[in-house]
């Protein structure tokens, strides 16, 4: 009798851990199973008087069923649960050319924040297609007639050796070669790396650079965090005349706008160094 009840207990045992194993893996399998989804909002705007577009229409090509939002008349839209990794849209509204952004990258960590500008169409024809593309070779000063280019921050990220680090990136473009010892000093056309203009949102600024030499432009760690840049120019040659104080190379970089629905953090470690961002509405 009592080895009966021992085999009995032994058995019970046995099988609540086989229940709760089970369970452990259905647990698992069911949070794997999510998909995630992230939100892709923003703003339409007027290309010549800067005016919100209300009505606009925009669209998530290729899904099934259609996901659409239509923009306010503070020219606002949002897309909700849109799958994450590279997504097209289309933009649409009567009496402007129709825009599509085939390459919107969708990340988990944060919403994706558009800014767009609608050019007017004045004459509308039946059957005409119209498709926005954007020429990364066109900078984006207007003033630029040759040797500028325009980069994303997307693009610091892909460039082999850039290490998030745009003064790096710009050593593979043609004249262009870096430091090296290891800075991210800035040659063009063999001319010295002190005669590179760094500008930030308009304004001339020293070196950028942590651990940097007296008057040099370059060093071995970038100050600017990747993740708070917006596109930005680089001109090697022929500068506009608002770039008076350049002497071998321009570097015009504009900081991007952050959401200003929610709070978002970042946090990114690599070979030379840890950056941590914080967007977001503050009240103070």
């Given at each position: ?42 703003t ?9 577009i ?20 503070n ?29 919107i ?8 924040v ?102 040099a ?26 770039y ?41």
């Amino acid at each position: 009798m009592l080895l009966q009840n021992v085999v009995l207990g032994m058995k019970q045992t046995f099988d609540m851990k086989h229940i709760l194993a089970l369970s452990f893996l259905l647990f698992l399998a069911t949070g794997f199973s999510q998909e995630l989804n992230q939100t892709v909002r923003g703003t339409i705007i007027d290309f010549d008087t800067k005016v919100p577009i209300y009505g606009a229409k925009v669209i998530l090509v290729n899904s099934s069923p259609i996901k659409g939002s239509i923009s306010d008349e503070n020219g606002d839209f949002k897309l909700e649960n849109v799958g994450i990794g590279r997504v097209q849209l289309q933009v649409t509204a009567m009496g402007y050319q129709d825009i599509f952004l085939p390459n919107i990258l969708v990340e988990s960590g944060k919403e994706t924040v558009l800014n767009l500008e609608m050019t007017s169409d004045i004459q509308k024809v039946e059957e005409v297609k119209v498709s926005a593309r954007k020429d990364k070779s066109e900078s984006l000063n207007k003033m630029a007639a040759v040797s500028a280019k325009t980069f994303t921050v997307e693009e610091t990220n892909r460039y082999a050796g850039s290490l998030n680090d745009p003064a790096r990136m710009v050593s593979g473009f043609a004249g262009v070669t870096g430091n090296p010892e290891g800075d991210n000093d800035i040659v063009v056309r063999g001319n010295s790396p002190r005669g590179i203009l760094w500008r930030l949102d308009g304004i001339d600024i020293p070196n950028p650079n942590h651990f940097a030499s007296t008057g040099a432009t370059g060093g071995p760690i970038s100050a600017l965090n990747g993740a708070m840049l917006a596109n930005s120019d680089f001109f090697s040659g022929a500068f506009a005349p608002e770039y008076g104080n350049a002497l071998s190379g321009v570097f015009d970089v504009n900081l991007r706008k952050g959401n200003n629905e929610r709070r978002e953090y970042s946090f990114s470690a690599g070979i030379i160094g840890i950056d941590g961002t914080v967007e977001g509405p503050f009240n103070f």
